[in-house]
C-alpha cells in the first residue's frame, strides 16, 4: 500500500472505523466514555467487543492482548486467541464485552515494589478506552492499565492517566474565571522526540556488552568523531534511508504520527519526531516507536541501540518530551495568542508553570533518573542534571516588565497590567532555542531535554501535570476569592514570578559558572540516580501525589523501591558481562599479544637487531594488564560485598560509590591497551567499525 493517506491508521480501530462500524447509540455511549471518563455499560461493551472482533479479523487478526506498561520500563502482552469450541470438533471466533474491559495477568511476575508477594498473583489489566485499539503481526492489541488486587497501580499509565485528571479539573477552575464556561476537559499533549543509534547487526554480535547492556563497556574513541559535525543533519546513508522509510510505514500504519527523520550529532546517530498527541496516547505510540525501530532495523542487517549511552566519547541519545496544554475546544493554554486576554490567561498558565518547575525540581530531576541516563546528564551534549528553566529573551523582558513594574521595551512603552483587556500583544517563537536547558520554552510548550532515550515519557509526565495541577488549584482558590479579579491576577503573577525567579536561567547550561550560580539561588543538582531518588519520598512529594489521587503512599514507596532495585540490577549485569569479557577475551589476549611481542623481540636481540617497538610496547602492555588485573579483582570482590547488601538505598550507594569506580578503573586500563594492540589482537569490534560501519 503505497498511498499514505490510505496507509496511515489503517491498523488501528479509530475514531472513524468506530462511526462506521458501531450502532448509532453505541458509538454515542462509547464517546461519552472517551471524552468524559463516564462508565461504560456491559451491553454496550458486549457490542464494540464483537464490532472490534470482526474489524480485527479482516485485518488478519486470530488473536488479543491486553497491552500494558509494567514498572519495567517496557510494555507487556498476552496474546489468546479468539477461538471458542463448538460442537462436532469445530470453532467459532467470539470476543465479549467482558474480554474486552478486563484481563488479569500473573501480577506477582512484574516489578511491584513490595505491593504483591510470589503468592499473591492476582492482578488486573482494565481497558483505557481513551487510546485506541490496533492490530499488530496478527494480534488485536488492546491498550489498558494493570493494577493489583487491592486495586494498586503496578504500571506506568494509571498514574499518568491520573495526573492528566488532575491538571484538567484545575485548569478548568481557573479558565472559567476568564469566562470559559464552553471548557470542559483539559488535556495535556506531548511530542516526543526520539534519538537512536543504528548499527552492523553483524559487528553488534561480536559485542557481549552491547548484547547483554545496551552499551560499550570498553572501547577506545574512533580517529574521528563528531569533532567536524558533518554528521548532523547530513545526507542520510541509503540503508539507513531504506530503513526509515519502511519504519514510517509501520508506524503509520498504527497512527502514529511519525513527521520528522535526520541524522544527529553523533555518527551512526539519529532521531525521529512525531506530532504531538494526547499525552497518554503520545506515551502508547512512544512505546510502539521503540519496539518497531529495533523491529525494523533487524530486516535491514541493523541493530537499533536505545540505551542513554552507548558509546563514551560522543553525544548519548535523548528524548526530547515537548509538553503543552490545551482546552477540548483547540485553545494551546501555553501559545501567547493574538489578544490582551489571550495574553493574561496565558502569563497566569506561564507563571503556575514557572512555580511548579521550581517547587517541584527535585521530582522533574527523579522522573528521568536511571543508570542510563547518568551518562548521559550533565555532559556537553544533554542538559545538566541542575533543572532550570529557558524563557528566551523576548517573554523574559515581559517577565521581567511584571516583576518590577515597568515598561515593556519590545512593546509599546507601557507598564505592564495584568487586566484582561489591557496587556500589550506578546511574542511567539521569535526567541533562539536553548539545547543546554532542560526544560526550555520553545513558542507554544515546554520541551523537556533531560528524559532517556530508553524511558517511558509516562513518569516525566506525571509529574509535570500533577505539580502544575497543584499550582493551579492554589491559583484557582485564590483568585475565586478575589473581590478585583483582574488586580489580584496581577498581583499574583508578579508575587509568583517574583518568588520564582532562580529558576529561569537563559544562559549556557553546560558552563562551569552554572553549578556555582545555581548552588548560589538555592537550586539542587542531583547528579546520579541514588542522589535524586533520596527525596522521592520527601513529605511534599508524598503529600502532592496523594492530595490529587495520582499516587497513594504505598504506590509511592513501591516506586522508590523497584527505581532503587533497577539502578542495582543494571549495574549488577553492567559488572558481570565487563568481568566475562575481561576474563575470558580481553586479559588472555593481551597476554598473548604480549607473548607474541616477546618471542619477536628475542628473535631480534638473537639476531643482532633492535626490538626497541617490541620492548617499549611489552613494558606498556605489562604495565596496564597488571592494573587491569589488579582492577578486576578489586571489582570481583567489591561485587560479593555488594551481593550481601539488602537494603536497597545502602546498596544503590554502594553500586554509586564503590562499583561504578570500580569499573571506570578496569576500562581504563583495557582501553589503553586497545589503543596499543594490534588489530587481530583485540577480541573485540573497534568504534570505528560500529559507528562507522553502517555505510
Known amino acids: 500500500m503505497s498511498n499514505v493517506t490510505e496507509l ?59 497491552w500494558f506498561q509494567p514498572m519495567t520500563g517496557v510494555t507487556a502482552e498476552k496474546h489468546d486467541s479468539f477461538i471458542q469450541p463448538k460442537d462436532g470438533g469445530k470453532i467459532i471466533m467470539e470476543f465479549s464485552g467482558k474480554e474486552l474491559m478486563q484481563g488479569e495477568p500473573d501480577a506477582s511476575s512484574f516489578p511491584s515494589g513490595g505491593i504483591r508477594a510470589t503468592f499473591e498473583a492476582r492482578g488486573y489489566t482494565a481497558w483505557d478506552a481513551t487510546s485506541y485499539a490496533f492490530v499488530k503481526e496478527g494480534v488485536l492489541y488492546i491498550p489498558t492499565v494493570f493494577c493489583s488486587y487491592g486495586g494498586e497501580a503496578l504500571d506506568q499509565k494509571t498514574a499518568l492517566l491520573r495526573s492528566m485528571e488532575a491538571i484538567s479539573k484545575q485548569a478548568v477552575r481557573i479558565l472559567k474565571l476568564f469566562g470559559n464556561e464552553d471548557v470542559k476537559q483539559v488535556k495535556t499533549t506531548v511530542g516526543p522526540e526520539q534519538e537512536y543509534f543504528l548499527v552492523d547487526k553483524a559487528e553488534y554480535d561480536k559485542r557481549k556488552d552491547l548484547i547483554y547492556t545496551g552499551r560499550t563497556l570498553f572501547g577506545c574513541r574512533a580517529p574521528k ?110 501559545d501567547p495568542g493574538e489578544t490582551p486576554y489571550e495574553n493574561a490567561q496565558f502569563l497566569l498558565f506561564l507563571a503556575a508553570v514557572i512555580k511548579a518547575v521550581d517547587e517541584y525540581q527535585d521530582l522533574i530531576r527523579i522522573s528521568v533518573a536511571s543508570a542510563g541516563n547518568d551518562h548521559r546528564l550533565g555532559a556537553n551534549e544533554a542538559p545538566p542534571a541542575i533543572v532550570s528553566m529557558f524563557l528566551g529573551s523576548d517573554l523574559q523582558a515581559v517577565v521581567d516588565a511584571i516583576m518590577t513594574d515597568t515598561p515593556y521595551a519590545k512593546g509599546d512603552k507601557e507598564t505592564i497590567k495584568l ?204 604495565a596496564h594488564l597488571d592494573a587491569m588485573f589488579d582492577a578486576v579483582k578489586k571489582l570481583e570482590a567489591d561485587e560479593v560485598k555488594g551481593a550481601d547488601i539488602t537494603d536497597v538505598v545502602a546498596l544503590g550507594d554502594f553500586c554509586r560509590d564503590v562499583i561504578i569506580p570500580d569499573m571506570e578503573e578496569v576500562r581504563k586500563h583495557s582501553d589503553a591497551m586497545e589503543m596499543i594492540a594490534d588489530q587481530k589482537s583485540w577480541p573485540y569490534p573497534s568504534y570505528g567499525q560500529m559507528l562507522f560501519g553502517v555505510r
Open 225 to 334: 568523531g563528531q569533532e567536524l559535525d558533518d554528521h548532523y543533519f547530513g545526507a542520510i546513508k541509503p540503508r539507513v534511508q531504506a530503513y526509515m522509510k519502511d519504519l514510517n510505514d509501520e508506524l503509520w500504519k498504527l497512527g502514529i504520527l511519525a513527521k520528522t527523520e535526520h541524522n544527529e550529532v553523533a555518527p551512526a546517530q539519529h532521531e525521529l519526531a512525531p506530532v504531538f498527541s494526547t499525552t497518554n496516547i503520545a506515551s502508547d505510540h512512544n512505546q510502539l516507536t521503540m519496539e518497531l525501530m529495533q523491529k525494523v532495523a533487524k530486516k535491514h542487517g541493523m541493530v537499533c541501540l536505545l540505551h542513554e549511552k552507548p558509546f563514551a566519547g560522543v553525544n548519548g541519545s535523548g528524548k526530547h518530551n515537548n509538553w503543552s496544554i490545551s482546552t477540548d475546544t483547540g485553545v494551546n493554554l501555553l
Open 419 to 622: 487586566g484582561v483587556n489591557t496587556i500589550p500583544r506578546l511574542p511567539k517563537d521569535t526567541t533562539d532555542r536553548n539545547r543546554t536547558s532542560p526544560f526550555a520554552f520553545t513558542g507554544n510548550k515546554f520541551e523537556l531535554r533531560s528524559l532517556g532515550s530508553s524511558d517511558s515519557i509516562s513518569c516525566c509526565n506525571t509529574v509535570l501535570n500533577t505539580a502544575v495541577a497543584e499550582i493551579l488549584d492554589g491559583f484557582a482558590t485564590e483568585l475565586e476569592a478575589a473581590a478585583d479579579f483582574e488586580d489580584a491576577l496581577h498581583t499574583l503573577v508578579q508575587k509568583t514570578l517574583v518568588e520564582h525567579k532562580r529558576i529561569i536561567f537563559n544562559g549556557d547550561g553546560y558552563d562551569e559558572s552554572w553549578v556555582k550560580e545555581a548552588e548560589a539561588r538555592g537550586l539542587s543538582n542531583y547528579k546520579t540516580t541514588p542522589d535524586a531518588l533520596a527525596h522521592l519520598l520527601d513529605e511534599k512529594n508524598v503529600e502532592l501525589f496523594k492530595k490529587h489521587n495520582v499516587y497513594s503512599d504505598r504506590e509511592l514507596e513501591a516506586r522508590h523501591e523497584v527505581k532503587l532495585e533497577n539502578y542495582a540490577k543494571i549495574i549488577h549485569i553492567e559488572v558481570l558481562t565487563m568481568l566475562d569479557m575481561a576474563n575470558k577475551d580481553i586479559l588472555p589476549a593481551m597476554s598473548k599479544f604480549s607473548a607474541e611481542l616477546a618471542d619477536a623481540a628475542a628473535k631480534k636481540t638473537a639476531a643482532g637487531t633492535s626490538a626497541k617497538y617490541e620492548k617499549a610496547t611489552i613494558e606498556d602492555i605489562t
Open 8 to 66: 496511515f491508521s489503517s491498523m488501528v480501530f479509530d475514531d472513524t472505523t468506530m462511526e462506521a462500524l458501531l450502532p448509532k447509540q453505541t458509538y454515542k455511549a462509547l464517546q461519552k466514555t472517551i471524552k468524559n471518563g463516564e462508565k461504560l455499560d456491559a451491553n454496550v461493551a458486549t457490542v464494540v467487543a464483537n464490532a472490534m472482533k470482526d474489524w480485527a479479523i479482516s485485518k488478519g487478526a486470530t488473536h488479543f492482548t491486553h
